[in-house]
């Protein structure tokens, strides 16, 4: 024991110090340090940013859509939507269950304006279904779409593509016409609009409109059916095996679709594009591993002597072996320690402050989101350690099995 501390914790912080002639060796522990704390804070900053864009995406899109929906395999729409609902409405984490009615429209302003996007026909008397567009809503209110009035509510971007504001007067125009005596005619209907909602994805603020469900039925023709019946849970990361469940209970002619089905090529381009950062900022730690060996190697060439000695003293292999080793893992632990906190302090000032904004039209959020969840921090911290021993082991080794009358001859 030497100052409260293990002999080879003593002399491995001691080998850190370097002093005088040693100034190259200090300078290979700084760039050590240096490498490992660059390394950890990049990894950091990169996987809470794409944890944290593909959660905000993710939440969004949760936010915009039913968790399930419900369709039937004819093609003509469901037919009785109110059993269909009640058989849904009672399975384990079903929050809500209504129809919906879903059609393609052109929208045209009296100004000239036009541009695409889907209606929406939903039932805003149903539970659930009016509080959640509710929190949506920038301006006006749904008063008249709960009543059934032909009145529709616009996405913020379409509403300012088309150059309206509540009050204003909209044409929708169906892709499927009706047979008249002169021949197939679109069919047009005219709504007053309601006020307008934001989701914070422009790609469905720009394309979606709601209108009460019995308006959308008659817009597209459908009579008395709707598109689907759609269904919103407690839990909506539970939505697949829920979904197997309702598929299992209905059987044949309805199939189902959840969230995460629909979504699912988008998310493992993200979950991808996450590995791909992962293994390309590593190679940084790699770079700062060769730093340590290299300190190590010349650590060990300067204190041939001293080895040779503390093994004539009756120093066993094992703990001139501990000696270096305490050398380079404390250059790899104090990397680490120094790296996380600066990049969880850089998440932290950007989720404060949201420094950096994206373009919402782009990138389907309006700032970057910095999210690290436990795993990937401790994935990261583990690598990094898991690179810093590896880099230590075998000067370490060397340095212990060097022989005190080889070692001491030529001194």
Not at 194 to 218: N, W
Not at 376 to 396: G, K, R
Request: glycine share 12%; no cysteine.
């Amino acid at each position: 024991m030497t100052n409260g501390l293990p002999f080879e914790l003593f002399l491995g912080l001691r080998y850190l110090r370097a002093r005088g002639q040693r100034t190259n060796l200090s300078l290979f522990v700084w760039i050590g340090i240096g490498g490992v704390f660059l390394g950890v804070a990049a990894l950091i900053v990169v996987l809470a940013v794409m944890t944290g864009f593909q959660d905000g995406i993710r939440d969004k899109i949760i936010a915009a859509n039913p968790h399930i929906l419900i369709f039937e395999s004819s093609g003509r729409g469901v037919g009785d939507a109110a059993a269909l609902a009640a058989r849904v409405r009672g399975m384990g984490g079903v929050k809500a269950v209504t129809p919906f009615v879903l059609q393609q429209a052109l929208f045209t302003a009296p100004g000239g304006a036009a541009q695409g996007g889907l209606l929406r026909g939903v039932d805003f008397n149903a539970a659930g279904m009016a509080a959640d567009i509710r929190s949506q809503l920038r301006v006006g209110n749904l008063a008249p779409l709960a009543r059934g009035e032909p009145s529709i509510l616009l996405g913020r971007e379409l509403a300012r593509n088309l150059g309206v504001v509540p009050g204003d007067l909209i044409t929708a125009i169906s892709p499927q016409g009706a047979l008249t005596a002169v021949g197939m005619l679109p069919r047009m209907r005219r709504y007053r609009v309601a006020g307008t909602i934001e989701i914070g994805m422009y790609e469905y603020d720009s394309t979606t409109a709601y209108v009460a469900l019995p308006v959308a039925q008659e817009f597209a023709g459908l009579g008395d059916r709707v598109t689907g019946v759609e269904v919103k849970l407690d839990d909506p990361f539970a939505a697949r095996q829920i979904g197997r469940a309702i598929a299992t209970r209905l059987g044949w002619p309805y199939w189902v679709r959840d969230w995460m089905e629909m979504n699912k090529n988008l998310f493992a381009a993200l979950q991808l594009e996450k590995l791909a950062l992962f293994v390309i900022v590593t190679i940084i730690v790699l770079v700062a591993a060769f730093a340590i060996i290299g300190h190590l190697v010349l650590l060990v060439a300067e204190k041939r002597k001293e080895i040779g000695i503390l093994k004539a003293l009756g120093a066993p292999g094992r703990s001139i072996t501990t000696v270096f080793f305490t050398v380079g893992m404390t250059i790899g632990v104090v990397g680490t320690v120094a790296g996380s906190l600066v990049g969880l302090g850089l998440m932290w000032i950007q989720n404060t402050y949201k420094i950096i904004r994206l373009a919402g039209d782009v990138y389907q959020i309006d700032y970057l989101p910095m999210k690290l969840s436990g795993s990937d921090f401790a994935l990261i911290v583990t690598a990094t350690l898991a690179i810093a021993f590896l880099a230590t082991i075998f000067p370490a080794r060397r340095a212990g099995g060097l022989a005190p009358a080889e070692v001491l001859r030529y001194e």
